[in-house]
């Protein structure tokens, strides 16, 4: 009654404890994450297998990947394809600054012409002492109404950005449209979108 059991009896449990170890997992059971979908395993199946074990043709790849972001974004600052562009030039508030400047005359895209002019006069002014006064004059007037101007930009630029995107962060969009107008319009990046007089 007390007596231990044989080795013979002991082995079926070791069998039945081995086989259980084999069989298949109860698919109801957890397994603690949510099972990938389909394009997303190929897609993890593709990248591992393109992945460069060696360390100068991963370089290489960077630098072509690198190259072709780039070229992309060459292309949407010339188009003004929204996808490309850098993240400073990003988003609705960003476009509508763009368009709102570019649709508007601003002295300050005639500074750097008027500064060559200016500038000229002066080196001729050191001859001729009139000369050198109107080209002095010429310099305050125009940073006076470049200053002007700008002041005027900036106050109709942030009533419009405030009636049009409440709700919208528009921390920076004034400066950048501020920015945009020192630059000749031909010159801006990303392109004008719209005409002058065209309503943005």
């Not at 003004?80 to 988003?91: A, I, M």
């Not at 109709?156 to 945009?180: D, H, I, S, T, W």
């Amino acid at each position: 009654m007390f007596r231990s059991r044989s080795k013979e009896e002991k082995a079926p449990t070791e069998k039945v404890t081995a086989d259980l170890s084999k069989q298949p997992r109860d698919p109801e059971a957890p397994k603690g994450r949510p099972t990938p979908k389909r394009s997303e395993a190929q897609t993890q199946r593709r990248r591992a297998a393109t992945v460069p074990t060696d360390r100068k043709e991963a370089a290489k790849r960077q630098r072509e990947a690198r190259r072709s972001d780039l070229a992309r974004q060459r292309d949407a600052l010339a188009n003004g394809d929204e996808r490309y562009l850098p993240v400073r030039d990003k988003g609705p508030v960003r476009r509508f600054v763009r368009d709102y400047v570019d649709s508007r005359f601003a002295i300050a895209e005639y500074f750097l012409p008027m500064a060559v002019v200016i500038l000229v006069l002066s080196l001729f002014g050191n001859a001729n002492r009139g000369l050198q006064n109107i080209s002095l004059l010429l310099w305050l007037g125009v940073i006076v109404l470049i200053v002007i101007d700008s002041i005027g930009i900036w106050i109709r630029l942030r009533k419009q950005l405030n009636e049009r995107f409440p709700n919208e962060p528009k921390r920076g969009a004034v400066a950048y449209g501020l920015m945009r107008t020192l630059q000749m319009r031909r010159l801006r990046l990303p392109k004008p979108q719209v005409k002058r007089g065209e309503r943005p």
